[in-house]
């Protein structure tokens, strides 16, 4: 059975600062990985999505890349802006059923002018 | 476009009250599904459709029930509501063709039973 963690929960940066957040994942048969921003109160916000045959994506000041082999994705954000606090979600979808989304719990960032 | 668009926004139940939570996209996307997200649970998958006509259960499919008539709308049905089944509610389409799969979700339905 698929599982998606999401490390650390909650992270507090300075404005101006690279960052990055993890996701890893247990089965490497994915169909794609997808990253969500979710500000407080709110739906889903697509990011950016990374077929499996696909090593990164990017898109603007984002920067998603994916590791099969060792089951993790990183969502690198380039000179944070206090706009970019949101709750950032990975979700994977298993490699025979690309509509579903397994999702991890979060990371929680905030930054701080 | 609207998108996928979900009602009400918000909905306080008694137990053992039943409701419907209404989901419609104008993409003409197949694929939708319904997500719950509760705290420290994430979201999990309740119930999904690959099209018209076509359901099947996800992760915690128990008290619900879905049917889908036409490819814009997927409702998704409480039988006897529970106080378990206080969550935040997220409808979501994809289209299979496009190949991604890219997931796009509604503003939620907040729900709470007492």
């Known amino acids: 059975k698929q599982e998606v963690t999401q490390i650390p929960a909650a992270l507090s940066v300075p404005e101006g600062e690279n960052l990055v957040l993890n996701c890893s994942f247990t089965?490497?048969?994915?169909?794609?990985l997808q990253w969500f921003r979710q500000d407080p109160g709110k739906g889903l916000t697509s990011l950016l999505l990374i077929q499996s045959s696909q090593r990164e994506q990017t898109s603007g000041r984002l920067n998603a890349s994916l590791d099969k082999s060792s089951g993790r994705s990183t969502l690198y954000i380039a000179a944070s802006q206090p706009g970019d606090s949101a709750t950032y979600l990975c979700?994977?979808?298993?490699?025979?059923?690309?509509?579903?989304?397994?999702f991890g719990q979060g990371t929680e960032l905030s930054v701080k002018p | 476009n609207a998108g996928v668009t979900q009602t009400p926004k918000f909905q306080v139940l008694k137990t053992g009250q039943s409701m419907t939570l209404q989901c419609a996209q104008d993409?003409?996307?197949?694929?939708m599904s319904w997500y719950r997200q509760d705290p420290g649970m994430g979201l999990r998958l309740i119930h999904y459709?690959?099209?018209?006509?076509?359901?099947d259960q996800g992760e915690v499919p128990n008290g619900y029930n879905v049917s889908r008539s036409t490819t814009e709308d997927f409702p998704l049905r409480l039988l006897s509501a529970a106080p378990s089944q206080t969550s935040v509610y997220f409808c979501?389409?994809?289209?299979?063709?496009?190949?991604?799969?890219?997931?796009?979700f509604g503003p939620g339905t907040r729900l709470t039973v007492t």
């Open positions: 979700a994977a979808s298993p490699h025979n059923q690309g509509g579903k989304l397994i």
């Open positions: 459709s690959v099209g018209a006509g076509i359901t």
């Open positions: 979501a389409s994809s289209r299979p063709g496009s190949k991604t799969y890219e997931q796009y």
């Open positions: 993409m003409n996307h197949e694929y």
């Open positions: 089965d490497s048969a994915i169909y794609n």
